[in-house]
């Protein structure tokens, strides 16, 4: 009887050691999961910087293309206002030459 409980005694033993393995295994497990999960986490929030980054710079060249399409239509204003300045010169350099003429003939008579 006594070398059945020193059997007995061996036997459980031994199922709480395998029992021990196990559960350190499964917290192994469990452990890699987390870390796992938490690598997920932060690839997702990682990847949701670079949404956020595209995002904005999305805004960015679409702001430069207006300021670009208003810059454009400012030098094509200043362009036209300068042609018309020019025109007006001509015009009144042709006026003051009829002025001057005018007054040379003016002279001779």
Request: hydrophobic share 35%; proline share 0%; charged share 40%.
């Amino acid at each position: 009887a006594e070398n059945d409980a020193k059997v007995g005694e061996a036997t459980a033993v031994e199922s709480e050691r395998k029992a021990t393995e196990q559960a350190d295994q499964a917290n192994a497990a469990a452990d890699q999961a987390t870390a796992r999960e938490e690598n997920s986490k932060q690839a997702e929030s990682a990847a949701k910087a670079q949404e956020d980054e595209a995002a904005q710079s999305e805004v960015d060249a679409a702001k430069a293309k207006d300021e670009a399409v208003e810059f454009e239509r400012a030098a094509k204003e200043a362009e036209k206002n300068a042609t018309e300045s020019a025109k007006a010169s001509r015009e009144a350099e042709k006026v003051a030459q009829q002025a001057e003429a005018s007054a040379k003939e003016g002279e001779s008579k």
